[in-house]
């Protein structure tokens, strides 16, 4: 199966002039400030800018050709920018750059490190983009700890080739961010279209499991759309959506509370350390989560596959699912839950349109009782977190 691009390359290709500037450079000076300023910044102790080919200034666009790149500690991770232009830039003050579009253009990534991964993006467009100074950065201590302002960005014709293991091409990703609290942001969204999945592209394993569904290849598309408020601490996750054509969508949403500023704060510094992380979750509180399936036939071919393999028909074979279904669920050991979901289940499996499962706990629940009751009382947890599930609503 396809393998994704490592953490390193992925920040590259979408965060790519936002590393730890060093105190040396090696790359040629210009004497352009808005384009050396740029260089200061991709020029980092996690990258090192091996060379450019020009720098041009046109009326109040400043473009940087041939621009190219290596992560300093991976000599095997590649960077390349055929054009970029910084429109409407300035250096602030504080430092930073502000510039009112940026647009990158033929970014390549590669990574022979990373199962020869290697990304190209056709077009990179970021609006009303705010870059943190190089004191702000190296202050910070790592790339991965600075990120820009935006108001919007947009990546056009993105491929993600794992070479023998699969390509997938992306058509577009956008995402916005409507406000801000200081330098975090409080409400945007993400959308992506036009993932596709081919089966010729995968291996013989991935192959055959499309294949045998009856897929040629599933095109994917993805929304999520969040707010924070952090005055009252809530984080809302208000949709979380994934479809495949011809196959299903799936839609979540979440709602925490005592997600406050400091909170954020202290996440923010443990994001290279999980279980820093993981401890101050535990502090964190769940309002109320909600997963609903929707059926587009893949429901269908699974069913109609398995029934195949078992030499039986469809009916035959959901009637003999549907009665094995109290005993898989006898595991739970909650009677009441396990009947909820066994008569939700047989509904779906018998008229496959929808499912949906929402916790609504009549008071947050804290994460570390969640988690404690998960290991020590299971059976307890859908009635402390007001679990409820059905079938084929609107």
């Given at each position: 199966m396809l393998h994704y691009p490592s953490r390193s390359a992925m920040a590259l290709v979408l965060a790519c002039p936002l590393l730890l500037p060093s105190a040396g450079f090696a790359f040629e000076a210009t004497d352009n400030a808005i384009a050396q300023r740029f260089l200061e910044t991709v020029e980092a102790g996690d990258a090192v800018v091996t060379g450019y080919k020009s720098v041009e200034s046109a009326n109040d666009t400043v473009t940087i050709s041939g621009l190219e790149a290596t992560l300093a500690d991976d000599d095997e991770a590649r960077l390349t920018i055929d054009e970029t232009l910084l429109s409407g830039a300035k250096i602030l003050e504080n430092g930073r750059l502000s510039v009112v579009t940026m647009t990158l253009k033929g970014v390549t990534i590669e990574d022979d490190d990373d199962d020869d991964v290697r990304i190209t993006v056709k077009t990179i467009n970021v609006a009303d983009a705010v870059l943190p100074s190089p004191e702000e950065v190296e202050a910070k201590g790592g790339a991965d700890a600075v990120a820009p302002s935006y108001s919007r960005a947009e990546l056009v014709d993105m491929l993600i080739d794992a070479g023998e293991e699969g390509q997938v091409p992306v058509a577009r990703v956008l995402a916005q961010i409507d406000?801000?609290?200081?330098?975090?942001?409080?409400?945007?969204?993400?959308?992506?279209?036009?993932?596709?999945?081919?089966?010729?592209?995968?291996?013989?394993?991935?192959?055959?499991?499309?294949?045998?569904?009856?897929?040629?290849?599933?095109?994917?598309?993805?929304?999520?759309?969040?707010?924070?408020?952090?005055?009252?601490?809530?984080?809302?996750?208000?949709?979380?959506?994934?479809?495949?054509?011809?196959?299903?969508?799936?839609?979540?949403?979440?709602?925490?509370?005592?997600?406050?500023?400091?909170?954020?704060?202290?996440?923010?510094?443990?994001?290279?350390?999980?279980?820093?992380?993981?401890?101050?979750?535990?502090?964190?509180?769940?309002?109320?989560?909600?997963?609903?399936?929707?059926?587009?036939?893949?429901?269908?071919?699974?069913l109609d596959k398995q029934a195949k393999e078992a030499g039986s028909s469809r009916e035959e074979f959901v009637g003999q699912l549907a009665g094995a279904l109290p005993l898989m669920l006898s595991v739970i050991n909650n009677a009441d839950f396990q009947k909820k979901v066994a008569s939700a289940a047989t509904a779906f499996l018998k008229d496959p349109k929808s499912l949906t499962a929402k916790a609504a706990p009549p008071a947050p629940v804290p994460f570390a009782q969640i988690l404690g009751t998960a290991m020590m009382a299971p059976q307890s947890l859908p009635d402390i977190l007001g679990v409820s599930i059905s079938a084929n609503e609107d």
């Open positions: 406000s801000m609290d200081g330098d975090l942001p409080t409400a945007g969204s993400v959308q992506a279209e036009g993932i596709t999945i081919a089966a010729a592209s995968l291996d013989a394993d991935g192959k055959k499991a499309m294949t045998d569904l009856g897929y040629e290849s599933i095109t994917l598309s993805l929304e999520m759309q969040a707010n924070w408020d952090p005055d009252g601490g809530v984080l809302s996750l208000n949709t979380l959506k994934v479809s495949g054509e011809e196959a299903a969508t799936l839609i979540a949403s979440l709602r925490m509370s005592g997600v406050t500023r400091e909170v954020m704060a202290e996440l923010e510094k443990a994001q290279d350390n999980p279980e820093q992380a993981m401890g101050l979750m535990q502090n964190l509180l769940v309002d109320q989560i909600s997963i609903r399936i929707d059926n587009d036939s893949l429901v269908d071919r699974v």
